[in-house]
């Protein structure tokens, strides 16, 4: 099971299950994970791959030997399977809160005048 949640951090996970190609014992499931930050694009990029994706609901009623995901937000728990979470980018487990995100943007804006 592979839970996608942004475009990049599917490209990371299908980079990481390419180890896989050729291996004709496993299966593999995509799922997005519902709330996803960002997932504009996700299911357009999963197409174009020509990769079969099942819904959250049907990937939350089955049991999995393994799953991955290249983030942790979002419902992860309710998968049922070993969760392995991968790295995608330098932010990547970076806790801000949205005040927190705020403040950063004013602080880098440059005075005008």
Same mark, same amino acid.
């Given at each position: 099971?592979?839970?996608?949640? !942004?475009? !990049?951090? %599917? ?25 996803? %930050? ?21 990937? !939350? ?53």
């Amino acid at each position: 099971m592979a839970i996608t949640h !942004t475009v !990049t951090s %599917t490209t990371r996970l299908l980079d990481v299950l390419a180890t896989f190609d050729g291996d004709h014992r496993l299966q593999l499931f995509l799922t997005t994970a519902p709330g996803a %930050t960002a997932p504009d694009g996700v299911d357009e990029f999963l197409a174009d791959l020509q990769v079969k994706a099942i819904s959250w609901k049907e990937a !939350t009623g089955r049991e999995f030997d393994l799953a991955l995901a290249a983030a942790s937000s979002g419902p992860l728990h309710e998968i049922n399977a070993p969760l392995i979470t991968l790295p995608h980018g330098a932010g990547y487990n970076k806790y801000l809160k949205a005040e927190s995100r705020k403040q950063k943007a004013e602080s880098r804006k440059r005075p005008t005048g």
